[in-house]
Each structure stands twice: as structure tokens, then as C-alpha cells.
């Protein structure tokens, strides 16, 4: 069964850089022909999509996020990962890591979260 | 960008009662392409609905989708314990994906 589980630190200074790594499991990122992305929630408040990419490194980014995000991956590890600079308090969220379904229209499989507090 | 707002914004309702969520987007979206989320407190969100009408695998069949155009729906038949939570709409295009706001199915 595919698993996704993300990590990463949970604290975060404004300003510097959130890094973040999906860990997939139950499936080869390389040999399948499914996109992969990254989904963020702040507390208490609803979901937005930050990008997503494909195993061959193709990308494809929410435009409001474009300029400070940077999501690839490492098929040798089974993993992909996203990197958000000048972070500021309006970055603390819930970051989901997940599958795009058959068509990329829909996000089938998701990892748990993780909490990323942006603090001084 | 299109913008989908869901309403109403809280639900409150009794187990074994219908609820009908709405979805409304800023202009048309494929039918192919509008999805159905629900997500409980602690929780990552769920697909239910894909396509607008197709529910995902291991989706009881209380749940339902239907619309087209700019106006979709979710239907639970008969509300069940678990079935109270926050429920999304998610619609892809132009290589974007956006959510709706929320709604939030409480027990009345």
C-alpha cells in the first residue's frame, strides 16, 4: 500500500528556508507515471496547493508561491522535496505531501503533515 | 485563477438526516476535473468524489456528486457518525489546483 510521510524541521526562522522531504513508500517514484505535490494548511484555515512535480524533475508551481518555491526529486532515495525561502509567520502550516491521481486532476494519497512554525 | 466558494459555510445537521454541500466556481470547470475532500480534526484530507461524480475507492455509496459547469454539489444520503467534519471542494486547471473554503458538517 502506498505510504507518503513527510519530514523536516518543525520550527522555522522568518526569513531563512523551510525544507521539507516526502519519504514514499509502496511504490516506485520512477517507475510510475504519477505526479507528486506538496499542499500546505495554516491553522484553523483551509488548503492551498504550493506545486508539484514529476519523477523526470518537470515542475509546476502555484503562482503566488513561484518565487520562493523550489520542489525536486531524488529517485534514488524514493523521495521528493520542497524548499520555500524568506519564510515569514504566514508560512506556519500544516505541509501535506501527496499523489497526484491517473490525469494529475486529483490528490488520491496523502501523507499525515507536518506542523512548520515560522518563529523567531 | 478560479475561485470555488463553498457553502454554507457550517452545516448542522442529525445522523440519519441528507446533507448537500455546494460548490461554486468563478467560471466553468470541467466536470473531469472537480474533486471532493473530507477531512477530519487531526487528520490529512480524504478523496470522496473524483471526476465530480465518481466516488474513490472504499467511499460508501451515501456519498454522491453530481453538477456541472459552475455549480456542483456532494450529497450524504443518510448522515452516519463519521461523516461529521470539514468537507472540501478542489478543482484543477491550467496547471493549477485550487480548494474551496470549507464546509464544516456539524452535529446538530
Known amino acids: 500500500q502506498l505510504q507518503l510521510q513527510e519530514s523536516g524541521p518543525g520550527l522555522v526562522k522568518p526569513s531563512e528556508t523551510l525544507s521539507l522531504t516526502c519519504a514514499v513508500s509502496?511504490?516506485?517514484?520512477?517507475?510510475?507515471?504519477?505526479?507528486w505535490g506538496w499542499i500546505r494548511q495554516p491553522p484553523g484555515k483551509g488548503l492551498e496547493w504550493i506545486g508539484s512535480?514529476?519523477?523526470?524533475?518537470?515542475?509546476y508551481y502555484n503562482p503566488s508561491l513561484r518565487s520562493r518555491v523550489t520542489i525536486s526529486v531524488d529517485t534514488s532515495k524514493n523521495q521528493f522535496s520542497l524548499k520555500l525561502s524568506s519564510v515569514t509567520a504566514a508560512d506556519t502550516a500544516v505541509y501535506y505531501c501527496?499523489?497526484?491521481?491517473?490525469?494529475?486532476?486529483?490528490?488520491?494519497?496523502w501523507g499525515q503533515g507536518t506542523l512548520v512554525t515560522v518563529s523567531s | 485563477e478560479i475561485v470555488l466558494t463553498q457553502s454554507p459555510g457550517t452545516l448542522s445537521l442529525s445522523p440519519g438526516e441528507r446533507a448537500t454541500l455546494s460548490c461554486r466556481a468563478s467560471?466553468?470547470?470541467?466536470?473531469?476535473?472537480l474533486a471532493w475532500y473530507q477531512q477530519k480534526p487531526g487528520q490529512a484530507p480524504r478523496l470522496l468524489i473524483y471526476?465530480?461524480?465518481s466516488r474513490a475507492t472504499g467511499i460508501p455509496d451515501r456519498f454522491s456528486g453530481s453538477g456541472s459547469g459552475t455549480d456542483f454539489t456532494l450529497t450524504i444520503s443518510r448522515l452516519e457518525p463519521e461523516d461529521f467534519a470539514v468537507y472540501y471542494c478542489?478543482?484543477?486547471?491550467?496547471?493549477?489546483?485550487?480548494f474551496g473554503q470549507g464546509t464544516k458538517l456539524e452535529i446538530k
Open positions: 512535480i514529476y519523477y523526470s524533475g518537470s515542475t
Open positions: 478542489q478543482q484543477y486547471g491550467s496547471s493549477q489546483y485550487t
Open positions: 471526476g465530480a461524480s
Open positions: 467560471q466553468s470547470v470541467s466536470s473531469s476535473y
Open positions: 501527496a499523489r497526484l491521481g491517473p490525469g494529475r486532476r486529483y490528490f488520491d494519497y
Open positions: 509502496g511504490d516506485s517514484i520512477s517507475s510510475s507515471s504519477y505526479y
